[in-house]
């Protein structure tokens, strides 16, 4: 039987894309994606005042706030996810990410997303764009070499990936 081997991201070496999604206030690294397991893992920044796109989960997602706050809109009596905090989101979840206009610097979140991330339209709830572990996988080095910055080698492990340092 072969045990596959865990996969370590130094992610405090990875790049942050900046402008993830065309938003100047939103930075991402990719720690983790898994194409076969319909998974990916990601550490954001988002500045203050951000207001992501409505949208809605088709998976759980797991979200671990290391700085700042933020809440959904949808929900106005939830509260404030602030450093520390954990949150679950069920799978069908829909909600509109939005980071205090107050918060000190950067709000810094790592996201577990199950499944795909259906972004809607504001005005009438369709879908307009869909992220999912293949497609940050795709995008996540096409944005870095955009902006110049260097891209680690990604190595597919079975559907999943690892990185490879960058020279």
């Not at 865990?6 to 942050?16: G, I, M, Y």
């Not at 203050?48 to 290391?66: Q, R």
């Not at 949150?87 to 069908?92: D, H, S």
């Not at 206009?101 to 869909?130: E, K, Q, R």
Request: charged residues 20%; proline residues 9%; contains cysteine.
């Amino acid at each position: 039987m072969i045990v596959p081997e865990s996969f370590h991201s130094a992610s405090d070496d990875l790049p942050w894309a900046d402008e993830w999604a065309g938003d100047p206030g939103i930075k991402l690294k990719l720690l983790m994606a898994d194409i076969e397991g319909g998974r990916f893992a990601v550490r954001m920044l988002f500045a203050p005042g951000v207001e992501v796109f409505p949208h809605k989960h088709t998976g759980e997602v797991h979200a671990f706030t290391f700085a700042g706050e933020w809440t959904y809109l949808e929900y106005p009596d939830s509260a404030s996810n602030r450093a520390g905090s954990y949150l679950f989101e069920p799978p069908g979840s829909t909600h509109t990410l939005k980071v205090s206009d107050l918060a000190d610097g950067y709000t810094d979140v790592l996201f577990v997303i199950y499944g795909a991330m259906l972004h809607l339209d504001p005005t009438n709830g369709s879908v307009v764009a869909v992220t999912d572990a293949e497609s940050v996988l795709r995008e996540y080095p096409e944005l870095l070499r955009q902006q110049g910055k260097p891209v680690p080698e990604v190595l597919p492990v079975g559907g999943s990936m690892a990185y490879r340092p960058c020279p």
